[in-house]
């Protein structure tokens, strides 16, 4: 009689479940027992729950599916919570399932028992406990239905080990499919397009959700029916429309002062699938213009921050949404295409002006910007490119130039060990395509373990790491923050000894060299990426120089070290 441990590997099959990824515990011990008497479902290992919670996140974004993992208990769940911050940001759809003593014994603090769900509850969008078999395929039809309904994001069930080896529940689970935001109100869009259309300078910002939604189409139709540029959210994860659109002009700034002035010129902002601001940290003043009305359009409700007040929110399914907006504004008027030819015009010598700024490199040392040049060199446009390189590959996106939805992620979330981890993911959903990773010295280190999934599963992907010795971004932060450039202190460099970070990669069975001259790039990078082709290689290059300072969270003149 199969027990509720097979029954669970069922559902999750019946929902298209492909994979678990997972770092198991005695709890887990019927569960991975149930997986090795099936074939259907694969279990992935992580050797640390940061990786384990990386690699779903990257299967999960890249395929547009929900990923499954499995950890141990409050240990398994506390070693979590980054890699659910960062689904959660970034509205991954994840089911987290999570071991638990008896649960007879909860009440007595046992050894392998606990409060397993509060840790999670500040990121979780659901969490539950079935303390009875019959309570199994509830809480998972609704947890399933929850992760996947917009916006998606990460939810979590314990399994009580009671529950897991009891006689499987006799229903089986019916797929419960995706949840869709509701339709939007005719006489809403009929409001909004009206706007558009007496907007003397509208502008398109254009969030993560729109690669989420699949609609980037649209949403490029609307910019052109508009003439409106269109601009990036921050912190952008995804690739929501085709960087080669001409009227794409880039990312919005981190701050809200910056947000402010970039936008002075609009009377009409139009955010979609974003939250309006996610910001970096404190600016003086209001985020946007008084003369800079706000309109959101997302599949739940706006995220706002402080003092934005948008004229109009609609909650709605973003492609009937996009659809019927550009469907009311009819073709671009006069006014639209001559809007349109002005930021075509911009755009174009912007960029050109944007790639001949990256500095080029002179002397023997590999500068952030060589990195990035030589990087830009060899990464082609079918490649998956995952970027947590931070300082070092800033110019990287600026260099690499358009990239088509689905060929870049980046790091949404604030938890560093992502990248490697999320990496892994993708090359394992897509062993059609190589993924490149981009990484610096010191992110690279919360998600490591992932290497040796990539190695064990023989998986096309090539990690490049950016070593310059430390936190240059914490470095550069400290420069804007103090006004010195070359102060000593703590915390912000490993040093002493430095990492040998090839001789890690290869201790977790992954080939890796290592490279510090500029001379020697090119062909260091060549190599590893030949490598690539047959499975994960690394590359350390070794970086000299630092980056400029950067503006610290608090605007320099609230901070007592700069009044
Ligand atoms: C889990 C976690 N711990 C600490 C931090 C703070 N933090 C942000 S950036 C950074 C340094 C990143 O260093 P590296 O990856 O080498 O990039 P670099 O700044 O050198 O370009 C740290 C420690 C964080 N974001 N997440
Ligand atoms: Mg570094």
Redesign the pocket.
């Known amino acids: 009689m199969p027990d509720t441990a097979d029954w669970l590997i069922a559902a999750l099959a019946a929902e298209g479940v492909a994979i678990v990824f997972g770092n198991p515990g005695s709890t887990e011990l019927p569960l991975v027992d149930a997986f090795a008497r099936q074939n259907r479902v694969r279990y992935v290992l992580g050797l640390h729950e940061t990786s384990v919670m990386g690699m779903a996140d990257g299967y999960a974004q890249s395929t547009g599916t929900m990923a499954v993992v499995n950890v141990h208990v409050q240990p398994g769940i506390a070693n979590s919570l980054?890699g659910l911050i960062n689904a959660a940001r970034a509205r991954v759809p994840v089911l987290v399932t999570v071991g638990q003593q008896v649960t007879g014994m909860l009440n007595e603090q046992p050894f392998l028992g606990g409060d397993v769900l509060s840790p999670a509850a500040p990121f979780a969008k659901g969490l539950w406990e079935p303390r009875r078999v019959d309570d199994l395929p509830w809480v998972l039809a609704r947890a399933i239905r929850l992760a996947r309904t917009p916006p998606y994001g990460p939810v979590v069930v314990s399994l009580p080990m009671d529950v897991l080896v009891s006689d499987a529940p006799d229903v089986a689970h019916t797929p419960v499919g995706w949840g869709r935001a509701p339709a939007p109100d005719a006489p809403e869009i009929a409001a909004l397009a009206a706007r558009l259309r007496a907007a003397e300078h509208p502008v398109v910002l254009v969030g993560d959700g729109v690669a989420h939604a699949g609609v980037a189409r649209q949403v490029a139709a609307l910019a052109e029916r508009l003439g409106a540029p269109m601009l990036g959210e921050p912190w952008a994860s995804r690739v929501s429309v085709h960087a080669n659109h001409p009227l794409w002009s880039g990312p919005l700034p981190i701050f809200g002062a910056e947000i402010r002035e970039r936008l002075g010129a609009n009377d009409l902002a139009i955010a979609i699938g974003m939250p309006t601001f996610r910001l970096f940290g404190s600016s003086p003043g209001p985020t946007l213009d008084v003369a800079t009305a706000l309109v959101v359009v997302d599949e739940g409700p706006p995220e706002l921050s402080a003092g934005v007040d948008p004229i109009q929110a609609i909650e709605a399914d973003l492609v009937l949404t996009s659809d019927a907006l550009v469907a009311a504004l009819g073709p671009a008027d006069r006014r639209a295409l001559a809007r349109r030819d002005a930021v075509v015009a911009t755009r174009a010598a912007a960029r050109r002006a944007q790639r001949r700024a990256v500095p080029v490199a002179h002397g023997p040392g590999i500068t952030p910007a060589g990195f990035a040049r030589g990087l830009a060199g060899v990464i082609g446009p079918r490649d998956i490119v995952v970027d947590?390189?931070?300082?070092?590959g800033r110019a990287l996106r600026t260099l690499l130039g358009p990239r088509a939805p689905g060929s870049w992620y980046a790091h949404r979330g604030?938890?560093?060990?992502w990248g490697l981890p999320a990496a892994v993911g993708m090359a394992i959903a897509h062993p059609e395509r190589r993924v490149v990773c981009t990484?610096?010295?010191?992110?690279?280190l919360?998600g490591i373990h992932a290497l040796w999934t990539a190695a064990r599963l023989g998986v096309r992907l090539a990690v490049i790491v950016?070593d310059?010795g430390?936190?240059?971004?914490?470095r550069a932060g400290m420069e804007g923050m103090t006004g010195h450039p070359d102060g000593e202190w703590p915390g912000l460099a490993i040093r002493d000894p430095g990492l040998d970070i090839a001789q890690i990669a290869r201790g977790f069975g992954v080939p890796a060299d290592a490279v510090s001259d500029a001379s020697e790039l090119a062909g260091a990078l060549g190599r590893v990426m030949a490598r690539a082709a047959t499975g994960p290689a690394v590359l350390v290059v070794r970086i000299v120089g630092t980056?400029p300072a950067i503006g610290y969270p608090i605007a320099p003149q609230h901070h007592p070290a700069r009044a």
Not at 388 to 392: G, P, R
Not at 414 to 417: D, E, H, K
Not at 439 to 444: A, K, M, T, V, Y
Not at 470 to 474: M, N, R, S, V
């Open positions: 980054s947590e390189s931070l300082t070092a604030s938890a560093l060990g990484h610096g010295d010191g992110s690279l919360f950016a310059n430390g936190y240059e971004i914490l980056t």
